[in-house]
């Protein structure tokens, strides 16, 4: 990556995964200073030792919160902006699959929570930072499973994620166990995301703070050996020779967070460097906004409407 982001800073979730390694890397080894956020101090330590290892770069910083819990979250946040006035760039890569049911600290199903609220609030809680560090841009990973929740695609139709103006209304429904499917959980988070992201993008987009999402692909990191049906599970290792690597998936994320041609693109999607169209349901703007409410909902207090800006029609 030859741009140069001295004087930056950058802040990455999930920096302790396999694209999140590579995404912090690359972004410190093109002069950024980079804030990681990893879920426990060990593994913070250990991408310290790499990425000093692999950059000859101090620009990193390690902050410890645990995403599926929101005080962590807005803690995290907060240290954030107790030592940077500008963020020039969030990337939030972070993700999880849960194959039972299990609910959160906050009382809410832990692929919602950590794939899509976690996200949520933190990009919320940096909006000041984000602006003060304008022209900023926020990059979401998502996942093209909200196109098709089949694990196993022969011979049917895809299979979108549905989402239901009744359950963002009552956005506690999200979280039921009753009729739990893992995978239909994961995807309908990351659709969440990309939704929200939309509403955002256009609420910042006069503060010149871009707001994108990708899909790096499949990569072999460790969430496909949490997805892989069981039946696939013993064939695993030949599985993931067959995916894209951490490096190859990284170079997504990394391509919306740093091309220069990319600086005023906002509230699109991307399926690796190439952008695309969403699934439908993810257009609907009465559904963007119940997104939106809900989201609001299962985070807590929020900032006064002024911090949020107009959102446009």
């Not at 972004?27 to 950024?32: K, N, S, V, W």
């Not at 030592?83 to 760039?89: D, E, G, K």
Request: aromatic letters at 4%.
């Amino acid at each position: 990556m030859s741009t140069d982001l001295s004087g930056r800073v950058a802040v990455v979730t999930g920096a302790a995964g396999g694209m999140g390694r590579v995404i912090a890397t690359e972004l410190a080894r093109a002069g950024a200073t980079v804030v990681a956020l990893t879920r426990t101090a060990t593994s913070g330590d250990e991408l310290v030792r790499e990425m000093l290892a692999g950059t000859d770069s101090r620009r990193v910083q390690i902050v410890v919160a645990d995403l599926a819990v929101q005080a962590d979250v807005r803690r995290a946040a907060a240290e954030v902006a107790a030592h940077h006035q500008a963020v020039h760039l969030l990337v939030n890569n972070a993700g999880a699959h849960y194959r039972h049911h299990q609910i959160s600290p906050d009382g809410i199903e832990m692929n919602l929570a950590v794939n899509h609220l976690a996200g949520f609030l933190l990009t919320e809680q940096l909006l000041p930072q984000l602006r003060a560090g304008s022209p900023s841009r926020v990059i979401n990973v998502v996942s093209a499973a909200m196109a098709d929740t089949r694990q196993i695609k022969l011979r049917r139709r895809p299979r979108p994620v549905t989402l239901e103006a009744t359950d963002l209304l009552a956005p506690q429904r999200l979280s039921a166990e009753q009729g739990y499917d893992p995978f239909t959980a994961y995807a309908r988070a990351k659709l969440l995301t990309l939704m929200c992201g939309y509403v955002l993008a256009e609420r910042l987009r006069a503060d010149r703070v871009t707001v994108n999402a990708v899909h790096p692909g499949l990569v072999a990191t460790g969430l496909i050996g949490d997805v892989a049906p069981a039946a696939f599970r013993p064939f695993l290792g030949l599985l993931q020779s067959a995916l894209l690597t951490p490096e190859q998936g990284a170079a997504s994320p990394l391509h919306l967070a740093v091309d220069p041609q990319l600086q005023q693109v906002t509230g699109a999607y991307y399926e690796r460097t190439c952008p695309r169209r969403s699934p439908p349901i993810s257009y609907h703007r009465d559904l963007q906004q119940l997104a939106w409410a809900a989201s609001q909902t299962l985070t807590g207090p929020q900032p006064s409407p002024s911090d949020m800006g107009p959102s446009k029609p």
